[in-house]
């Protein structure tokens, strides 16, 4: 069965550049969310999106932006790259239904690094 | 203080044995509860979800909630090998949609 694909699965910048990374959902799923999970560290929801429009936000930082397009995949894009944004970066994504069951569909994440 | 909190581990049992694994919460407006397994460099895999107090299986696993003591467990049974990763809890609010919060992560390792 299709998964949830993110690309690229590593990457390497510096600090003060620019990053972008791309997730596909599921076929047919319409809600995407971006987690950030650091060293060690439990993932942390950054924002999510239901058809398009931005339906919750959570921890993320103001240098990241991110958008839904027409087919549902997904863009973070990160400015201004500190030390601190390096983490592997999840994109879920699940069928929005107004039901909450927490089956979200994990991708094998992005490894950021910023040097 | 973390919302959820979560012995990291690392958790180490023979093979078959019966393995618990637990979180404690500090919102009592969590309504839902899952339990994710994550290989390592590998997404987390969703293993089981709840919404009321009391227990839910499914085949070797057993999730148990306990809302009055903001209290959650995974139950392992007959472990195998193939169980070695790290368990996550996450817990979300009913308005949240699926926004969860992790606790971050027991490590178990499953020795033959």
């Known amino acids: 069965a299709a998964g949830v694909i993110q690309s690229p699965r590593h990457l390497i910048k510096e600090k003060r550049e620019t990053a972008t990374l791309k997730c596909y959902p599921i076929?047919?799923?319409?809600?995407v969310y971006w987690y950030q999970q650091g060293p060690g560290q439990d993932p942390q929801f950054l924002i999510s999106?239901?058809?398009?429009?931005?339906?919750d936000k959570g921890s993320i930082p103001d240098r990241f932006s991110a958008q839904q397009f027409s087919d549902y995949h997904s863009e973070l894009n990160m400015s201004s790259l500190e030390l601190g944004d390096s983490a592997l970066y999840f994109c879920?994504?699940?069928?929005?239904?107004?039901?909450?069951?927490?089956?979200?569909?994990f991708g094998e994440g992005s490894r950021l690094t910023v040097l | 203080q973390k919302e959820v909190e979560q012995d990291p581990g690392p958790l180490s049992v023979p093979e078959g044995a019966i393995v618990s694994l637990n979180c404690t919460y500090s919102?009592?407006?969590?309504?839902?509860f899952m339990w994710y397994r994550q290989y390592s460099r590998k997404g987390p895999e969703l293993l089981m979800y709840?919404?009321?107090?009391g227990n839910k299986e499914d085949g070797r696993f057993t999730a148990q909630v306990d809302k009055s003591s903001k209290y959650i467990s995974l139950f392992i049974r007959d472990s195998q090998p193939s169980d070695s990763a790290t368990y996550l809890c996450?817990?979300?609010?009913?308005?949240?949609?699926?926004?969860?919060?992790f606790g971050g992560g027991t490590r178990l390792m499953v020795k033959p």
């Open positions: 879920a994504s699940s069928l929005g239904t107004g039901t909450n069951t927490g089956e979200l569909f």
């Open positions: 999106f239901y058809e398009k429009m931005q339906s």
């Open positions: 919102n009592s407006a969590f309504q839902y």
């Open positions: 076929p047919r799923h319409d809600t």
């Open positions: 709840t919404y009321s107090s």
């Open positions: 996450a817990m979300s609010l009913w308005e949240a949609g699926n926004m969860l919060t």
